[in-house]
């Protein structure tokens, strides 16, 4: 299949329709695709320039492209639709049944989908937790372990970052995570600031051609990506994990959303607020 340009377009930044686009886009196996975002398009002007970059899109490729939309404003969702695009619009598609359903006319509120301004606790408890994240990442801070919710181990790039940002911005989670290196093989012991919260521990693992993949890309030279090492560091991580109970998944056929909802449906932890 050739290489299909999709659009993602909303009035504010476009998470919402990078979302729920992207979700859809997985089901197609093998296809290729070029991604465009297009944030805040909140006027006409923007909506026309919008529809000018699509029209283009269609005209140089020979393809129409694919228009994922989260605008909130009729005016702004009629520009794009038009131009030459197969044009998806979630609040067209949704919007239009619940207000049939529930017999009220929505508000049509610009950034209502990110519900921010309606939800002032959860966006705070976001930031808290994504600060806790930043601040007790890579083992940087064990001394704040007391306050964590969960502690990802595993060693460097099995995804334990990316993670630990997804569940604080996602659940309120506070999560914390600590790379495991050769110190911790060659003893066969876990650092007294893992011991001390054993309980809180939860290990990644990655597939060890993946893993040698990911670090080269981030550095390609020196032992560090080779395939002896990757594979060393990844066997005795894992026998960490099996002698000390902690319990762990292989992240390496997982998004990071598949990640964080399987942490927390092996630990028992919860969402701190509701959307």
């Given amino acids: 299949m050739d290489q299909r340009t999709v659009f993602f377009i909303s009035d504010q930044t476009g998470v919402t329709a990078e979302t729920f686009g992207q979700s859809l886009l997985t089901q197609f196996d093998g296809a290729k695709f070029r991604r465009v975002t297009i944030p805040f398009v909140s006027s006409r002007v923007k909506a026309e320039e919008a529809a000018r970059k699509i029209n283009l899109s269609s005209e140089v490729e020979g393809k129409r492209p694919i228009v994922f939309s989260t605008l909130v404003h009729d005016d ?24 049939r359903e529930l017999e009220v006319q929505s508000s049509h509120t610009t950034g209502r989908a990110h519900g921010m301004t309606a939800n002032s606790d959860a966006y705070q408890v976001r930031i808290e937790a994504t600060n806790y994240a930043l601040t007790n990442d890579d083992g940087a801070h064990v001394r704040d372990y007391g ?12 995804g334990k970052t990316p993670t630990c940002l997804y569940m604080a911005m996602q659940y309120g989670v506070f999560a914390a995570n600590y790379p495991l290196t050769e110190e911790e093989f060659e003893s066969g012991k876990l650092p007294a600031a893992l011991d001390a919260h054993r309980d809180k521990l939860f290990g990644l ?11 080269r890309e981030r550095m ?9 090492q990757v594979g060393f560091e990844l066997r ?16 390496t056929e997982m998004s990071v959303e598949e990640i964080a909802s399987t942490i927390l449906e092996h630990t028992g932890l919860e969402r701190r607020f509701r959307p």
């Fill in 76 to 99: 702004l969702r009629e520009i794009v639709s038009r131009a030459d695009g197969l044009f998806l619009d979630f609040f067209d598609a949704f919007l239009g049944p619940l207000e």
């Fill in 147 to 158: 306050k964590a919710d969960v502690i990802l181990v595993g060693v460097s790039r099995s």
């Fill in 205 to 215: 693992t990655i597939n060890a051609r993946r893993l040698q993949q990911i670090r």
């Fill in 220 to 228: 390609d030279s020196g032992r560090y990506s080779t395939a002896q």
């Fill in 236 to 251: 005795e991580a894992e026998k960490l994990f099996r002698k000390f109970g902690i319990t762990f998944i292989d992240t």
